[in-house]
């Protein structure tokens, strides 16, 4: 651009990620069209260009918000670096900013229950806080894995927390997730990437589904761990991280380590703090307790409630998906509930004969279909909404996605 208000008048009219802003222009300088970025909604990471002479103006721009600031003579492997790590800067908190708003998002439901072995965990939970030592959650798929680490943070309150599922698309991806990458690491990186472990700060990194990580990984895990630094997929500079890991895991890896498949080392540097939560067959007297909880929370104020014989159904049930299943049951009960009372022939479980015109048992699958099908509906098919509604990842949603055949509904207004 010409001068400094032709400048600022692109940078108003369209998006950029990075601008280089020379400190000397006609019109508006190069600290005045920053001043007046500053307010834009969505300004760009900015890269002064300054001479030998204005050095202290340039220091001025950084303390206004700028990014950096290169000086004359320009060499372009400098301005090429500088450019790339505003852009990494600002790709970075436009990830932050994504993950706090899902998480402001989604309705977290609290640790409910009676069974001592859980009241007993949630005891803990000050001192494993208070820690900075690796912890390990274990427990069958929907036992409520999610609301531990989510409790265990909270009470730390310390930065962030951010989640890497272990088993990825590729090691190559799982590895760029939590440790992040360099330029040309793998076909298509044209830029460096930091990972969970260096974004996190002194936050928490929680790998889901540890018992996936590809032996390479657990070597470079442990090597963390046990270290306090980690190097970037293609990087050799070591990097020193300050967050703690929680691991969980819907497998006893203890039996993974007999098998050959993980690292006994790694684990023992994993149980640092061990919580394991038992099944919800093994919790009986927590089935009602959640039962109404979930119904309060579904349903409006004056909403039905539950019979003697859907609450014995309730807990003579066997739960093979924990408190996850026991949750979308209740919800979809809640949907099809015609009356104030919901009746043991209205919980679509296997064998009650709902969700289905025909007598007989209904087979798991069919109510899974249908479930996921109505909370795609709900949320208008943000398939991020709809795995934390349905207490599975997004990787697994769209695993059902493929599976069931569904097919999202074109949108009316865009032809």
Same mark, same amino acid.
Request: with cysteine; hydrophobic share 40%; net charge negative.
């Given at each position: 651009?010409?001068?400094?208000?032709?400048?600022?008048?692109?940078?108003?009219?369209?998006?950029?990620?990075?601008? *280089?802003?020379?400190?000397?222009?006609?019109?508006?300088?190069?600290?005045?069209?920053?001043?007046?970025?500053?307010?834009?909604?969505?300004?760009?990471?900015?890269?002064?260009?300054?001479?030998?002479?204005?050095?202290?103006?340039?220091?001025?721009?950084?303390?206004?918000?700028?990014?950096?600031?290169?000086?004359?003579?320009?060499?372009?492997?400098?301005?090429?670096?500088?450019?790339?790590?505003?852009?990494?800067?600002?790709?970075?908190?436009?990830?932050?900013?994504?993950?706090?708003?899902?998480?402001?998002?989604?309705?977290?439901?609290?640790?409910?229950?009676?069974?001592?072995?859980?009241?007993?965990?949630? #005891?803990?939970?000050?001192?494993?806080?208070?820690?900075?030592?690796?912890?390990?959650?274990?427990?069958?798929?929907?036992?409520?894995?999610?609301?531990?680490?989510?409790?265990?943070?909270?009470?730390?309150?310390?930065?962030?927390?951010?989640?890497?599922?272990?088993?990825?698309?590729?090691?190559?991806?799982?590895?760029?997730?939590?440790?992040?990458?360099?330029?040309?690491?793998?076909?298509?990186?044209?830029?460096?990437?930091?990972?969970?472990? #260096?974004?996190?700060?002194?936050?928490?990194?929680?790998?889901?589904?540890?018992?996936?990580?590809?032996?390479?990984?657990?070597?470079?895990?442990?090597?963390? *761990?046990?270290?306090?630094?980690?190097?970037?997929?293609?990087?050799?500079?070591?990097?020193?991280?300050?967050?703690?890991?929680?691991?969980?895991?819907?497998?006893?890896?203890?039996?993974?380590?007999?098998?050959?498949?993980?690292?006994? #080392?790694?684990?023992?540097? *994993?149980?640092?703090?061990?919580?394991?939560?038992?099944?919800?067959?093994?919790?009986?007297?927590?089935?009602?307790?959640?039962?109404?909880?979930?119904?309060?929370?579904?349903?409006?104020?004056?909403?039905?409630?539950?019979?003697?014989?859907?609450?014995?159904?309730?807990?003579?049930? &066997?739960?093979?998906?924990?408190?996850?299943?026991?949750?979308?049951?209740?919800?979809?009960?809640? *949907?099809?509930?015609?009356?104030?009372?919901?009746?043991?022939?209205?919980?679509?479980?296997?064998?009650?004969?709902?969700?289905?015109?025909?007598?007989?048992?209904?087979?798991?699958?069919?109510?899974?279909?249908?479930?996921?099908?109505?909370?795609?509906?709900?949320?208008?098919?943000?398939?991020?909404?709809?795995?934390?509604?349905?207490?599975?990842? &997004?990787?697994?949603?769209?695993?059902?996605?493929?599976?069931?055949?569904?097919?999202?509904?074109?949108?009316?207004?865009?032809?």
């Amino acid at each position: 651009m010409p001068d400094g208000t032709s400048a600022l008048t692109r940078l108003r009219q369209e998006a950029f990620d990075v601008a *280089l802003v020379d400190i000397n222009m006609p019109g508006l300088d190069g600290l005045e069209v920053l001043r007046q970025m500053r307010d834009e909604p969505e300004p760009p990471e900015v890269v002064i260009m300054t001479g030998d002479g204005t050095v202290d103006s340039a220091i001025t721009a950084v303390k206004l918000g700028a990014y950096d600031y290169v000086t004359k003579p320009y060499r372009l492997e400098e301005i090429e670096l500088v450019v790339q790590k505003a852009g990494e800067k600002r790709d970075l908190a436009a990830e932050n900013a994504r993950l706090q708003s899902e998480l402001g998002k989604v309705e977290h439901d609290p640790v409910t229950s009676r069974d001592d072995r859980l009241l007993a965990a949630l #005891e803990k939970i000050p001192e494993i806080a208070a820690s900075r030592l690796p912890v390990l959650i274990s427990g069958e798929r929907g036992t409520g894995k999610d609301v531990f680490v989510r409790e265990i943070h909270e009470a730390s309150g310390q930065g962030q927390c951010l989640s890497v599922d272990v088993d990825g698309p590729t090691e190559y991806d799982v590895d760029s997730s939590i440790f992040g990458h360099e330029p040309g690491s793998h076909p298509g990186t044209s830029r460096a990437r930091k990972g969970a472990m #260096e974004a996190a700060g002194e936050g928490t990194v929680v790998l889901t589904n540890v018992d996936k990580l590809a032996p390479a990984l657990q070597e470079k895990v442990l090597l963390m *761990l046990t270290s306090g630094r980690f190097v970037r997929a293609g990087g050799r500079d070591p990097i020193r991280t300050a967050a703690r890991v929680i691991a969980t895991t819907s497998r006893d890896l203890a039996v993974a380590v007999s098998e050959g498949k993980f690292l006994p #080392e790694l684990l023992g540097q *994993l149980s640092a703090h061990a919580i394991h939560l038992p099944p919800l067959r093994e919790r009986r007297g927590d089935v009602v307790l959640l039962a109404n909880y979930f119904l309060e929370k579904f349903s409006p104020a004056d909403g039905p409630t539950f019979d003697a014989e859907a609450l014995v159904a309730l807990s003579q049930y &066997s739960w093979p998906g924990n408190v996850s299943e026991l949750k979308n049951v209740v919800e979809r009960a809640v *949907l099809i509930a015609t009356g104030s009372v919901i009746g043991k022939e209205e919980l679509p479980l296997p064998g009650s004969g709902t969700l289905t015109s025909s007598p007989g048992s209904v087979p798991l699958a069919e109510i899974e279909r249908q479930h996921i099908q109505a909370v795609l509906t709900e949320t208008n098919w943000h398939q991020g909404n709809a795995a934390a509604r349905l207490g599975i990842s &997004s990787k697994t949603l769209y695993r059902k996605i493929r599976e069931y055949g569904f097919v999202r509904p074109r949108d009316p207004e865009s032809g």
